[in-house]
């Protein structure tokens, strides 16, 4: 794993879910990138390792930025959504990244 020590739990816990939405779409046919929301506390080599090992797949480059919770209204009351952070792996040409279940 390039000269990294980290546990398979750890990686495990790291990808949380794939973002669907039309920029995501938009991205992935384009740049052949592949938007994920991942654990605030996840780094760009911990994301690297997670979707090589879950995927089997070759990554090429990873950009993750943070997004900053909406603020909401609930009639008086005010609050926030949580932040969270999304990563864009970026896979070696001829990679594909498939969600299907049982693969």
Known sequence: MNGLNISEARLLQI???PVVSEK??????KQQQVTLRVATSATKP??????????KVQV??????????????FGKFTGQRSSWK???VCLKPGQEL???AGE
């Open 86 to 88: 999304k990563a864009y």
């Open 15 to 17: 990808i949380l879910a």
């Open 98 to 100: 498939n969600f299907a």
């Open 60 to 73: 090429a480059e990873v950009k993750v930025l943070n997004v900053k919770g909406k603020a909401k209204r």
């Open 46 to 55: 911990e994301i690297k390792a997670a979707v090589e090992m879950l995927f």
């Open 24 to 29: 995501a779409t938009m991205v992935a046919d």
